[in-house]
């Protein structure tokens, strides 16, 4: 019964938003009442943030001691206590790149082995992704409102949340590819260099940003017509790195045939699920999981379509 109501609430709440955004005269009455809103958000922006920020440190060191570690912590624990002189050799037992461990190996000479030791490192880094993608998004947009909602969508996302409380290297790896997209953007091109080196180095999946790298730099040239030599410079340090690093990769990548053969392949069904449970931290099914869906695909088709053509492009970039 409980159930029952909870979907009939739902389906109302979408009917409810649609029928402002098809009614003329509610739809303007909803314009007037969020650009007033917006007005007084962008006057004390810097409040709002650091009160997003307060709430995202919280979360991250709420209980981050208190589960004992899991497999891959532990391994990250058992890594880092080995000496320098055989730990590269160690390393290449795991499936990543050494950057993140030997971080960590430092941060814990000084704040110890322990497991909110280990974890204070994931969560110092999980709270500077909020202020990092606040600057980016409104450096992106132009817009404080934006720029905090995203913040803020960042702060309290549970999967951000639980990879800022554990020892592996994910929450890390966020801060350093919003870094790199953020150099990128601003064209500081030894920085965005510099971070996707280290990037890459921290884990494999950085490798995944270069089709978004290059649609950027096509759309530029495009634009300007005018191939910068520092834009080609910068993806240098990347290659270079990559070609020195081939065969670690191709190492680690048989080895990771061999120890992830557990892994279901993924199927063209799981995509919306995946979406959901990274959204919402968990699978809900059936209309329940429709709905949310439907809500969150519809208001932000509303605001997609009154965007700008240039702050279209922004978020298809964003996208991509």
């Known amino acids: 019964m409980l159930n029952f109501i909870k979907n009939i609430l739902i389906i109302s709440l979408i009917a409810f938003v649609g029928f402002l955004i098809s009614s003329k005269e509610y739809r303007d009455y ?3 009442f969020l650009e007033k809103m ?26 981050l001691g208190v589960r004992e570690f899991w497999y891959d912590e532990s391994f990250t624990s058992i890594l880092i206590k080995q000496p320098w002189d055989g730990f590269f050799t160690f390393v290449l037992k795991d499936l990543h790149p050494p950057f993140y461990y030997m971080c960590l190996k430092a941060w814990a000479t000084i704040f110890g082995f322990s497991d909110l030791g280990l974890r204070s490192f994931s969560a110092v880094f999980g709270i500077l992704i909020i202020p990092l993608t606040y600057c980016f998004v409104k450096k992106l947009s ?71 790298l290059l649609i950027f730099a096509v759309t530029e040239y495009l634009k300007s017509r005018n191939l910068k030599i520092k834009s080609l410079l910068a993806l240098l340090l990347p290659a270079v790195l990559l070609i020195f690093w081939a065969p670690i990769f191709r190492a680690h990548f048989d080895h990771a045939v061999a120890l992830l053969g557990w ?4 199927q063209f069904k799981d995509l919306l699920n995946s979406i959901e449970i990274f959204s919402l931290g ?35 970039f964003l996208l991509l």
């Open 142 to 212: 132009g817009n404080k409102v934006l720029a905090l909602s995203t913040s803020l969508i960042f702060a309290v996302n549970p999967f951000l949340i639980q990879y800022s409380q554990e020892a592996r290297a994910y929450s890390f790896l966020v801060l350093l590819i919003i870094g790199t997209m953020y150099a990128l953007y601003n064209r500081r091109w030894f920085l965005f260099s510099l971070l996707f080196s280290i990037a890459i180095l921290t884990h494999y999946i950085s490798i995944f940003l270069l089709p978004s």
């Open 38 to 63: 917006a007005k007084e958000i962008e006057i004390h922006s810097n409040y709002y943030l650091a009160f997003i920020v307060i709430i995202s440190a919280i979360l991250r060191f709420h209980h």
């Open 263 to 266: 892994v279901e392949k993924p």
């Open 282 to 316: 968990k699978s809900a099914g059936g209309l329940k999981s429709l709905s949310i869906l439907t809500l969150i695909l519809g208001t932000s088709t509303y605001f997609f379509a009154k965007s700008t053509k240039e702050t279209k492009l922004k978020g298809l």
């Open 30 to 32: 909803f314009d007037r």
